[in-house]
């Protein structure tokens, strides 16, 4: 059974750091990995997705990578923002039907 | 941009009774998917729909539980008789293909107490 693991569950940093959010997951039969935002109350942005036969995609100051072979997969923020702060999840792809499995998230709080 | 639209935002419930909840997917989405989110808990999957039926289902998904897609645009969840433990946040999300390329877009839930 496919499970999703965030660490570290919070994190906070100084505005202007760079980060690295890291995500696990234990079966690496996936078809493609998602990065979401979730402000408190709000629903989930999507921020990437990683399809399983790429590497990494970036967006702005946003990149994310995946091991597929070693079940990992990691957000890296770039100069982060008091406006970054937010639950960040991460799910997988895992059922031809697109049906997500989601981590617990990683709560990130950037002070100005 | 397209939304993925849920109504209402907050539904309280007297547990036994019945609730319906709305969404309107992205017009030209053709996947469907109902989550929930129990308090401080994971994001769960519910069931995914596609060519008006159901294409997976989870364990939670059980016989209170059903999905309709009753016209062009919309896509509810209705739970028969609710119990204390449905109390969660429920998101719809909707994916234009079933390619693998295509991210899920996700509404803002319909949080749902039953008292």
């Known amino acids: 059974k496919q499970e999703v693991t965030q660490i570290p569950a919070a994190l906070s940093v100084p505005e202007g750091e760079n980060l690295v959010l890291n995500c696990s997951f234990t079966d690496s039969a996936i078809y493609n990995l998602q990065w979401f935002r979730q402000d408190p109350g709000k629903g989930l942005t999507s921020l990437l997705l990683i399809q399983s036969s790429q590497r990494e995609q970036t967006s702005g100051r946003l990149n994310a990578s995946l091991d597929k072979s070693s079940g990992r997969s990691t957000l890296y923020i770039a100069a982060s923002q008091p406006g970054d702060s937010a639950t960040y999840l991460c799910a997988v792809n895992a059922g031809s039907q697109g049906n997500l499995i989601f981590g617990k998230g990683t709560k990130l709080s950037v002070k100005p | 941009e397209p939304e993925v639209t849920q109504t209402p935002s907050h539904q309280v419930t007297q547990m036994g009774q019945e609730v319906i909840l709305r969404c309107v997917p992205i017009s030209n989405h053709l996947y469907f998917y109902w989550y929930r989110q129990i308090l401080g808990q994971k994001v769960e999957f519910l069931v995914s729909?596609?060519?008006?039926?159901?294409?997976?289902k989870s364990e939670i998904f059980d016989d209170q539980f059903s999905v309709e897609r009753p016209d062009g645009s919309n896509f509810t969840l209705k739970i028969r008789s609710t119990k204390l433990e449905d109390s969660a946040m429920y998101f719809c999300a909707s994916r234009r293909t079933g390619n693998s390329n295509q991210p899920q877009h996700f509404g803002d839930g319909t949080r749902l107490s039953i008292l």
């Open positions: 729909f596609y060519n008006n039926e159901i294409s997976e």
